[in-house]
């Protein structure tokens, strides 16, 4: 009995720590598409002019204002 038991704890850290690789995984990924994502933005608003950059810079943060208030 007592072996199967340790048999179970074991096979439940295992299953454990696999759950965990996963997850740190996929959190790798979504935050390395968060950069990128933010990079092309920015790339984007660095190759506008600046009137049109303050304009949509405006606007976003208008917005944002918006989403916030309700």
């Known amino acids: 009995?007592?072996?199967?038991?340790?048999?179970?704890?074991?096979?439940?850290?295992?299953?454990?720590?696999?759950?965990?690789?996963?997850?740190?995984?996929?959190?790798?990924?979504?935050?390395?598409?968060?950069?990128?994502?933010?990079?092309?933005i920015q790339e984007q608003l660095d190759a506008l002019d600046p009137v049109s950059r303050a304009a949509v810079i405006a606007r976003l943060s208008s917005d944002e204002v918006k989403k916030v208030r309700g």
Do not use: P, Q
């Not at 690789?21 to 959190?27: D, F, S």
């Not at 790798?28 to 990128?36: D, F, G, N, P, S």
């Open 1 to 40: 009995m007592g072996s199967s038991r340790r048999l179970l704890r074991a096979a439940l850290l295992v299953a454990a720590a696999i759950a965990l690789a996963a997850a740190a995984a996929e959190l790798r990924e979504k935050r390395l598409t968060a950069e990128l994502t933010a990079d092309d």
